[in-house]
């Protein structure tokens, strides 16, 4: 379910290194079927700055809001565009294709304090 | 994400819906489904087929006496003695004030005995309003605990239903109700509803609720039935414009603000509010419930601030996507003067402003 390779956050989001000094960003799989129908996906524009921790989207089903946090710092470099017109793809591949942003990373040795995947489904289990 | 309390109070449904894998929610101190297959999918079902809901959270009070007629009458904006046995009315429980205690059904099954139906989160507060209020020949039973509540929904709602009674339920007019026997349980059969579409809403006792929730899901499969959660109650109300307390009404909101004028008769004699609204009307009704639909990217939600020329104007009362209009909708607040049709607003949706307009409503009328 979770990916070994991946690194998690305790607010849900996961990155994958690409091994060109980027990674790219998602949801989980945990984080969108809490959410339940996704309708509206808000992410930051090319080239903006984001700041670990910080608010860099929203990620909005029928039932309610919800802020998308940057996992680690850097440049974004790519934007999923197809989740404008299809955010309902967040709720069908959140871990491969409904990809949100791709960052180009600051401070790579942020990576170290996410969680492995290991980790994170046993923090989401016992939430 | 939270885990259910002890505190929290459950229907006699809770184990069926925790069971089949129902999301649950803390809804105003009830642990209920949220969803169960999906807030969209649910609601589509319901407006094309029939979906059914788990309503035993909503509370129920009896009104008894030779002055029962006279206690509702009293307290409530609509008039009960236009009501014949076996009908039901939409009214409100004011305070002297004019604002909302409440919006209640009315069913009247005799001329000595009325029965309420009241939202979950103001029963206990409901009812102490009326015995507070009591002051005729009139004894008010709290009668949550003796019911459970099942709304089924949708097109296929009538045929669903018919498999499991007797009762003929094609002659019960909207706003009437039959006491029958569903499944061979006793069951008072109203043709009411929160969606917005042709369906009953059926009063059993909770020890019945487990089995007949399991045969209507399976009378109703032919139909495509689908069991259904508060989640797609909300939007599917919404649509209809329905009101929602706590949103579009409360203490501090009038019936005239609200758009609901229709259900405060004021020739009736006294009640409990019609003073406030008489010098409300007289003075003029500064605000008004409007409708809205988003013309740029975003969702409005409840509580958010509506603009007007760059200024604060009024809040967001309800809103979100709507599953059949495929828009985000919402309905919200505004100076009477400034809500008409076609008027530009802004909603501040997370410090940024997004163009919104105002529009007819319900957003959704099912044709007949």
């Given at each position: 379910m979770y990916p070994a390779n991946y690194s998690y956050t305790k607010e849900h989001e996961w990155v994958r290194l690409e091994g060109d000094g980027t990674g790219t960003v998602g949801i989980t799989f945990h984080a969108q079927n809490e959410l339940g129908d996704i309708v509206y996906v808000d992410l930051p524009k090319v080239g903006a700055t984001v700041e670990t921790g910080k608010t860099m989207g929203s990620v909005e089903s029928v039932k309610a809001v919800s802020d998308v946090y940057a996992p680690v710092s850097g440049e974004v470099v790519a934007v999923n565009e197809t989740l404008s017109e299809a955010p309902e793809k967040l709720n069908e591949d959140p871990h491969e294709s409904a990809w949100l942003v791709k960052i180009k990373l600051s401070n790579p040795e942020e990576i170290k304090q996410l969680l492995s995947a290991a980790d994170y489904q046993s923090y989401i289990g016992a939430e | 994400?939270?885990?259910?309390?002890?505190?929290?109070?459950?229907?006699?449904?809770?184990?069926?819906?925790?069971?089949?894998?129902?999301?649950?929610?803390?809804?105003?101190?009830?642990?209920?489904?949220?969803?169960?297959?999906?807030?969209?999918?649910?609601?589509?079902?319901?407006?094309?087929?029939?979906?059914?809901?788990?309503?035993?959270?909503?509370?129920?009070?009896?009104?008894?006496?030779?002055?029962?007629?006279?206690?509702?009458?009293?307290?409530?904006?609509?008039?009960?003695?236009?009501?014949?046995?076996?009908?039901?009315?939409?009214?409100?429980?004011?305070?002297?004030?004019?604002?909302?205690?409440?919006?209640?059904?009315?069913?009247?099954?005799?001329?000595?005995?009325?029965?309420?139906?009241?939202?979950?989160?103001?029963?206990?507060?409901?009812?102490?309003?009326?015995?507070?209020?009591?002051?005729?020949?009139?004894?008010?039973?709290?009668?949550?605990?003796?019911?459970?509540?099942?709304?089924?929904?949708?097109?296929?709602?009538?045929?669903?239903?018919?498999?499991?009674?007797?009762?003929?339920?094609?002659?019960?007019?909207?706003?009437?109700?039959?006491?029958?026997?569903?499944?061979?349980?006793p069951a008072r059969i109203a043709r009411t509803g929160y969606t917005g579409e042709d369906g009953f809403e059926i009063y059993i006792a909770p020890v019945e609720a487990e089995r007949i929730w399991r045969e209507l899901l399976e009378a109703g499969k032919e139909f495509g039935i689908k069991p259904c959660g508060l989640g797609a109650r909300n939007t599917l109300r919404l649509e209809s414009k329905m009101a929602l307390y706590g949103h579009e009404i409360d203490a501090t909101i009038t019936p005239w603000e609200a758009g609901l004028g229709w259900i405060v008769k004021m020739d009736k004699g006294d009640f409990l509010g019609r003073d406030a609204l008489a010098r409300q009307k007289q003075e003029g009704v500064k605000r008004k419930l409007a409708a809205f639909e988003m013309t740029e990217r975003g969702i409005a939600r409840d509580g958010y601030e509506v603009y007007l020329d760059g200024q604060p104007a009024g809040w967001v009362t309800s809103g979100g996507p709507s599953p059949t209009l495929n828009k985000n909708i919402g309905l919200c607040y505004l100076p009477s003067d400034r809500a008409a049709i076609g008027t530009r607003i802004e909603i501040m949706i997370r410090n940024q402003p997004a163009g919104a307009v105002i529009v007819p409503s319900p957003f959704y009328k099912r044709e007949k």
């Open positions: - | 994400m939270s885990v259910p309390g002890g505190s929290l109070r459950t229907t006699a449904l809770n184990g069926v819906h925790r069971k089949a894998g129902a999301k649950m929610v803390d809804f105003g101190g009830w642990d209920m489904p949220v969803q169960y297959s999906g807030i969209l999918d649910e609601h589509h079902n319901v407006r094309k087929a029939v979906g059914l809901f788990d309503v035993s959270h909503m509370g129920e009070i009896e009104v008894r006496g030779p002055e029962a007629l006279q206690l509702v009458n009293f307290l409530s904006t609509n008039d009960a003695a236009r009501l014949q046995p076996g009908q039901a009315q939409y009214s409100g429980l004011l305070y002297g004030h004019g604002g909302f205690v409440d919006d209640i059904l009315v069913h009247k099954i005799d001329d000595r005995h009325f029965f309420l139906c009241v939202n979950a989160s103001n029963q206990d507060k409901d009812f102490e309003h009326i015995r507070t209020h009591n002051r005729f020949d009139a004894e008010v039973e709290f009668a949550g605990e003796r019911y459970a509540q099942l709304a089924v929904q949708g097109p296929s709602a009538l045929q669903t239903l018919q498999k499991l009674t007797q009762t003929d339920l094609a002659p019960i007019a909207y706003y009437h109700f039959v006491d029958g026997v569903v499944s061979g349980a």
